[in-house]
């Protein structure tokens, strides 16, 4: 076997994204996907516009648009991963039941959670000083 050989049988990664926008394209439709795919994703993007109205009606500080902002992404992100992996999971074992699969879907749903009580938490810290004021 010589060069030309192993030249010719490496595959061409068709899947390879060549351009950032092209990137940023695939990004986009995988979100909007998820959206309309995902009905908690839907519940969350409805708790995050609560949020942000929230945060205009009682005039929050930049650094607690920071913390506000970094819970949105945690739980946006992780909700998409979820997503990701229930779907890589359901194809690899073409939705049959595994215990292994369970396991993946369990843990990627508990990401979920744990970034929805430190966005719950997060929410609570910079809120709850401005209700309080609100009833005193």
Do not use: C
Request: glycine share 2%; charged share 20%.
């Amino acid at each position: 076997m010589d060069l030309n050989d192993k030249e010719q049988k490496q595959p061409v990664n068709s899947w390879k994204n060549r351009h950032f926008f092209q990137s940023l394209r695939y990004a986009l439709v995988g979100l909007k996907t998820a959206y309309k795919e995902e009905r908690n994703l839907r519940f969350h993007v409805s708790a995050i516009t609560l949020v942000v109205i929230m945060g205009l009606i009682f005039n929050v500080t930049i650094s607690e648009w920071l913390w506000l902002f970094l819970s949105i992404f945690l739980v946006i992100s992780s909700e998409v991963w979820n997503s990701a992996i229930e779907n890589v999971v359901d194809l690899a074992t073409n939705y049959k039941r595994h215990p292994l699969a369970k396991k993946a879907k369990d843990m990627a749903a508990a990401a979920v959670l744990l970034a929805a009580i430190f966005s719950l938490i997060t929410a609570t810290l910079v809120f709850g000083p401005h209700i309080w004021q609100l009833f005193n």
